[in-house]
């Protein structure tokens, strides 16, 4: 299992697939199947029950996991999809946008 540069509450922009060129913000992120749930990207419509939390029941909008591949992080400074390197500062590892070599 590879580790994945992709962490929960990063801004991403999707890179190909349906919802191209959306951004959002990561929720959620699936090491084991390399996929991450975005907000307000790869939206589906499900039919409910009603239930004690939603007793109406009916058809709600919900976001699903999407490829990891699909995703880049968003540059701080740009505002465009950048890779994500390492380094060591202080003795601390920091994560950097390759683009503008600014912390993330």
Known sequence: MAKLKIKTGDDVIVIAGRDKNKTGKVLRVFPETNK?????????QKHEKPSATNPQGGIVQKETPIQISNIAV??????????????VENGNKIRFAKKSNQAL
């Open 74 to 87: 968003v540059d701080p400074k740009t505002k465009e999809a950048t890779r994500v390197g390492y380094r």
């Open 36 to 44: 991450a749930i975005v907000e307000g990207v790869n939206l589906v």
